[in-house]
């Protein structure tokens, strides 16, 4: 099974801010089992200009409360690529997490604005 295997990182799509399937109660203890191992998952919204806020919803609490990272407004495919190079570069699950609310490369908006993106941008890609 996947929370068996060699993953190191998930990237999920999930309603609008967040919200992932109720009455899906296996759902949530399988995230939790991947996180308890060690593997990063990160939550995006399927919505084209969504934003995760997991504490929107009580089942984003939930996911939060176990450690699944927000992907903000990033794009899934903006969150395969930073999971992707974030994992290359040795990052543990907590360092992931906080790099995943750095932009590196613009993919993400800093408190809800894009004016400061790149700001110390040099000294974000050096610190990783």
């Given at each position: 099974?996947?929370?068996?295997?060699?993953?190191?990182?998930?990237?999920?799509?999930?309603?609008?801010?967040?919200?992932?399937?109720?009455?899906?109660?296996?759902?949530?203890?399988?995230?939790?089992?991947?996180?308890?191992?060690?593997?990063?998952?990160?939550?995006c919204s399927q919505c084209?200009?969504?934003?995760?806020?997991?504490?929107?919803?009580?089942?984003?609490?939930?996911?939060?409360?176990?450690?699944?990272?927000?992907?903000?407004?990033?794009?899934?495919?903006?969150?395969?690529?930073?999971?992707?190079?974030?994992?290359?570069?040795?990052?543990?699950?907590?360092?992931?997490?906080?790099?995943?609310?750095?932009?590196?490369?613009?993919?993400?908006?800093?408190?809800?604005?894009?004016?400061?993106?790149?700001?110390?941008?040099?000294?974000?890609?050096?610190?990783?």
């Amino acid at each position: 099974t996947l929370a068996d295997s060699a993953v190191r990182g998930v990237v999920l799509l999930l309603y609008g801010t967040g919200n992932a399937p109720a009455r899906k109660k296996n759902f949530v203890s399988w995230l939790e089992r991947l996180i308890d191992r060690g593997v990063a998952v990160i939550a995006c919204s399927q919505c084209v200009r969504g934003t995760v806020e997991l504490n929107a919803y009580a089942v984003g609490s939930q996911l939060s409360s176990i450690g699944v990272i927000s992907g903000g407004d990033m794009t899934c495919e903006a969150a395969v690529t930073k999971l992707s190079y974030l994992l290359g570069r040795g990052l543990s699950p907590s360092q992931i997490r906080s790099a995943f609310n750095m932009s590196i490369r613009g993919e993400i908006s800093l408190n809800g604005r894009h004016d400061d993106l790149f700001k110390g941008f040099g000294g974000v890609v050096s610190k990783l």
